[in-house]
């Protein structure tokens, strides 16, 4: 199973970005895929799911403001992130539980003015 992450960067207060996450090395089609983030000094937390139908569910505090969506034919998945704030910054990463936790190696998001 490899998970690889790319589109963060550096964004002021109310831009956007767009995360990617490239999966494989598995049935991508047959598992939820989730977005998690960890900001310096805390613990790491789950930011949103899109489930294999495309259903998707979102932690609160990105509830509005991002929406995380998949595409099964290239086996991606997208975190579009909107409206951003500063205490959005964090390592964003890619994780698919398939008989245990994968990761990816993360992407940085900073939103700072």
């Known amino acids: 199973v490899q998970l690889v992450e790319s589109g963060g960067g550096l964004v002021q207060p109310g831009g956007s970005l767009r995360l990617s996450c490239a999966a494989s090395g598995f049935n991508f089609n047959a598992y939820v895929m989730n977005w998690y983030r960890q900001a310096q000094g805390k613990e790491r937390e789950w930011v949103a799911r899109a489930y294999m139908n495309g259903i998707t569910d979102y932690a609160n505090s990105v509830k509005g403001r991002f929406t995380v969506s998949r595409d099964n034919p290239k086996a991606m998945v997208y975190l579009r992130m909107n409206n951003l704030k500063p205490e959005d910054t964090a390592t964003y990463y890619c994780?698919?539980?398939?008989?245990?936790?994968?990761w990816g190696q993360g992407t940085q998001v900073t939103v700072s003015s």
């Open positions: 994780n698919v539980l398939y008989g245990r936790d994968y």
